[in-house]
């Protein structure tokens, strides 16, 4: 989907799923709106994101 039509069909578009924009996209839906977030990465948290490692350690997103 493009931005434009991001911007056609959604209330708020919020930039980035890291704490912030997810916290966003919760609000702006209990206020009613219909709202989405996109981000450049392919999953949600942002430098949030902790996986582990092949050994097992916890790694933060980079
Ligand atoms: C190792 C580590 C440990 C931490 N430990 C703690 C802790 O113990 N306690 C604490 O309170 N905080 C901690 N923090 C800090 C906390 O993780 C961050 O403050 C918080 O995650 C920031 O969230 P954010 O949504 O503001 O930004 P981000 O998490 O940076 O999210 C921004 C998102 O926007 C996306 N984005 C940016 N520009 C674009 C674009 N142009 N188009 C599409 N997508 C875009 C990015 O891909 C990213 O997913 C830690 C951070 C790190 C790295």
Do not use: P, W
């Not at 919020?14 to 977030?37: D, N, P, T």
Request: hydrophobic residues 40%; aromatic residues 8%; charged residues 20%.
């Amino acid at each position: 989907m493009s931005v434009e039509q991001f911007k056609t069909n959604y209330d708020v578009v919020i930039v980035g799923a890291g704490f912030a924009g997810m916290y966003q996209l919760h609000k702006a839906r209990e206020l009613g709106f219909s709202a989405v977030v996109i981000d450049g990465n392919a999953e949600v948290g942002g430098c949030g994101t902790v996986r582990l490692s092949a050994d097992g350690q916890a790694e933060a997103h980079t």
